[in-house]
């Protein structure tokens, strides 16, 4: 229900982060000004006896997403990856929701896994320990497999997790609809779309089985990728709140002192982790959408680890070729050449003016080339863009939140490695590379060809479409002058049989 009974999910809210003192917290690390801070302890002040308590032995921040719930805590999850933002002693606190969240209790777990599984658990594993990892979804226990004595990781939902993330999604809807109203001009950033989108990914990851099908082909995908590896799923101990597969054991990625005393390169390792989601994100289209720190750990061998598959992205072919040329358009400092791409992809508006976004555009990429490698900030390129497209009537895609969120979470892992890293130096092979596959001369013969196969899996059904095509053509009233269906039927046809005769005469030739 998304009525006005949310209005008491925001009230708390508020007052939760007033009474556990996070509210201030929150204000100071964003840097926020004085009337939005004003507004916010007045709101919040009166009614913080309303607020949740939640665990004193906790820092204020945590522990008020905590009190709050599954929702909050993905994202505190987020600002953990981002001490650019918060400040590194708020960073750090934040942590803890990665992957030490208090755990349920082991009978609980032993239960949920032999209601889900259909069978003991002592006939399953000769070993079960108690929680070694617990996050806002789910907690992880390392077992043995009785049959083998090999070890693996068993992952159980929380109980209950689906409906205290349905609340808060049916909070979010309610204030996304307040938003809305109270500011017409936020109508154009879709915010119920947005919510949308992060519903349909957060419902994915409480189905355990989807998970576990991501991680499968997350693994096929990147078998090939140095330094890179995804444990191996075991589908017959797997189900809807039950995941298992193959132990993997390392150096947690947000342990900077345990990756130094293991011998770890932290500045390689840095560089590693973002051209590996950029590859994933572009090359294959499919990439981990949740990599913070609690997600990621490195192997005694050095390569890094990839764990929780439950938020995946997905992207098509052409919003990558658009995207890697905005990006590499940025690299080369080509504002021009980015303007025109937001055109062509219809982002912007075409009554706009494009030499005019173009230099916009400058006033976003020069100020961040003009500072030193640890000023350069994916997360400002957005911020700054953000408000150049607003300026200009782009709409949000909603399609590109969950690619732009993850390059935000990715840099702050990267930066959280090492400080001094240049996001456009890693960031430019990948890219160029791309663009030489993707966009250039070898893509085109590449498209050509596809487009061939796909008419030619159509052809025996191509008079049928054209008759139909004339049918409607001849029963409605005559439209405005223009081409005819006959000749864009024969334009179709004489260009699919130019296509295929060029195409079985490179073969030929070849």
Request: net charge negative.
């Amino acid at each position: 229900m998304r009525g006005p009974h949310n209005i008491w999910r925001l009230i708390r809210t508020g007052a939760t982060l007033e009474r556990t003192g996070a509210m201030k917290v929150v204000l100071d690390a964003m840097d926020a000004p004085a009337p939005l801070r004003i507004v916010a302890r007045a709101f919040a002040w009166p009614v913080q006896w309303l607020g949740v308590k939640g665990d004193l032995d906790m820092p204020p921040v945590t522990r008020a997403l905590t009190a709050l719930g599954p929702a909050y805590i993905k994202f505190g999850q987020v600002l953990s990856t981002r001490p650019d933002v918060v400040g590194d002693e708020l960073a750090t606190q934040l942590r803890v929701l990665q992957d030490q969240l208090p755990a349920f209790s082991s009978e609980v777990a032993r239960k949920c896994i032999e209601d889900e599984l259909g069978r003991p658990v002592d006939e399953m594993f000769s070993e079960l320990s108690e929680p070694v990892a617990a996050a806002s979804i789910a907690q992880v226990h390392k077992a043995r497999l009785r049959e083998t004595g090999e070890e693996v990781a068993v992952k159980v939902l929380r109980p209950d997790v689906e409906r205290a993330f349905r609340k808060d999604i049916d909070a979010f809807y309610f204030a996304a609809s307040v938003v809305e109203f109270l500011s017409p001009a936020s109508r154009r950033l879709h915010p119920h779309d947005v919510i949308a989108h992060f519903e349909g990914v957060v419902l994915g990851e409480l189905d355990l089985r989807l998970e576990s099908a991501s991680a499968s082909e997350f693994s096929a995908n990147t078998m090939n990728d140095t330094g890179f590896q995804v444990p191996g799923i075991r589908w017959h101990l797997s189900g809807r709140r039950v995941m298992t597969l193959d132990w993997a054991e390392g150096s947690g990625m947000g342990d900077n002192d345990a990756l130094d005393a293991a011998g770890h390169n932290r500045p390689e390792l840095a560089a590693r982790v973002l051209q590996l989601f950029l590859s994933h994100a572009l090359r294959d289209g499919f990439f981990h959408a949740d990599m913070h720190q609690g997600n990621l750990k490195v192997a005694a061998n050095g390569n890094i680890i990839a764990y929780d598959f439950g938020i995946m992205g997905q992207i098509d072919e052409y919003t990558r070729r658009v995207y890697a040329e905005i990006l590499y358009g940025f690299i080369k400092r080509d504002y021009r050449r980015v303007a025109e791409v937001h055109f062509e992809a219809g982002y912007v508006p075409a009554h706009q003016d494009v030499d005019e976004f173009a230099r916009a555009l400058r006033a976003v990429g020069e100020p961040i080339f003009g500072v030193d490698a640890s000023g350069i900030s994916m997360g400002s390129l957005l911020s700054y863009l953000f408000e150049v497209t607003e300026r200009f009537g782009m709409e949000t895609r909603t399609e590109l939140i969950l690619l732009q969120r993850t390059m935000v979470v990715v840099e702050g892992v990267a930066r959280s490695l090492d400080p001094q890293m240049n996001i456009w130096d890693v960031a430019k092979p990948i890219v160029e590379s791309y663009i030489k596959d993707s966009i250039g001369p070898r893509a085109v013969i590449s498209d050509l060809v596809r487009t061939v196969k796909v008419l030619g899996r159509f052809g025996p059904r191509l008079p049928q479409i054209a008759e139909a095509a004339l049918m409607q053509y001849s029963q409605t009233p005559p439209p405005a002058p223009g081409p005819s269906p006959l000749r864009w039927i024969a334009w179709l046809s004489g260009g699919t049989l130019l296509l295929a005769i060029g195409y079985a005469t490179g073969i030929y030739l070849g």
